[in-house]
């Protein structure tokens, strides 16, 4: 079994985006229509149950605003706030003050080199990704990317395993041929679900998930210099994650 590709979720595995991205894009837009709607730190750290952003509104008020009478456009207000929320999420990332999580770009370098093909499997709008790997990573590293599956491509998001068997015929692999890496439950049972031995980083929302299944559980990647943390699952040894290491946990 020969290790082909590697196919990364976005939203806190290659950077933190949630808490200091996609939660305060929402609340701008939310302040923007005039609704009192706020979600701070650890609210947001409940409302990412749901992923997707449109999804994620809705779910917030039925469940937590039994106060709030829907209009008649509910659905139509959703879907603006969600614009307004990816216009906001744009400005931020184009500042570049969201940056990669350690090893992120190390890795990725290594393994073009190597010929490992890259693809994108996240549940975040498509516009999210290219401004952030743009700012974050460097101006044409999109293109390293032979697919970027995102958003609404599929109807079902993760934890579903849609966006990953979208990812994987598009490049035409099996999932034997893959390694997928992820930071949270709904990711890894998407990963899981697809057939992909997967690589779990954990970060502030998401270290205390579930993620049995998980080939390997760390804290981040590691550099050389500044080692990760093994958190569960195949103990490999080494304090970061370079090719030859995922080789050895793809045929672990
Ligand atoms: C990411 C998400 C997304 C983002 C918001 O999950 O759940 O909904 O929080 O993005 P994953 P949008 O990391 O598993 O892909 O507002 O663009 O939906
Ligand atoms: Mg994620």
Redesign the pocket.
């Known amino acids: 079994m020969t290790l082909h590709a590697l196919l990364f979720?976005?939203?806190?595995?290659l950077a933190d985006t949630?808490r200091d991205g996609?939660r305060p894009a929402f609340n701008q837009a939310f302040s923007d229509a005039g609704l009192d709607w706020h979600w701070d730190v650890a609210l947001y750290g409940e409302l990412?149950a749901v992923?997707?952003?449109?999804e994620?509104m809705k779910h917030y008020i039925d469940r937590y605003r039994p106060d709030y009478s829907k209009p008649a456009n509910f659905d139509a207000l959703v879907a603006e706030l969600?614009q307004a929320?990816?216009r906001h999420y744009a400005t931020l990332a184009a500042r570049g003050g969201i940056p990669m999580r350690p090893g992120v770009k190390r890795l990725l370098i290594e393994a073009r080199a190597a010929g490992l093909r890259l693809a994108i499997a996240?549940?975040?709008?498509p516009e999210?990704v290219s401004v952030l790997l743009e700012h974050s990573l460097g101006p044409d590293t999109p293109n390293w990317f032979e697919v970027i599956a995102a958003?609404d491509v599929v109807p079902a998001k993760?934890p579903a395993p849609d966006i990953y068997h979208y990812a994987l015929e598009k490049m035409g692999l099996r999932p034997a041929d893959c390694l997928a890496f992820e930071?949270?439950e709904?990711?890894l049972r998407a990963s899981l679900g697809a057939g992909l031995k997967t690589l779990v980083t954990v970060n502030d929302y998401t270290r205390d998930h579930d993620f049995t299944g998980a080939a390997i559980v760390l804290s981040d990647l590691g550099e050389p210099g500044a080692a990760n943390k093994w958190l569960g699952g195949q103990d490999l040894g080494q304090p970061f994650v370079d090719v030859a290491y995922l080789r050895a946990l793809h045929r672990g």
């Open positions: 979720d976005v939203d806190g595995t949630e996609h990412l992923t997707g952003g449109k994620r969600h929320k990816t996240t549940t975040t709008t999210n958003g993760k930071d949270s709904n990711g």
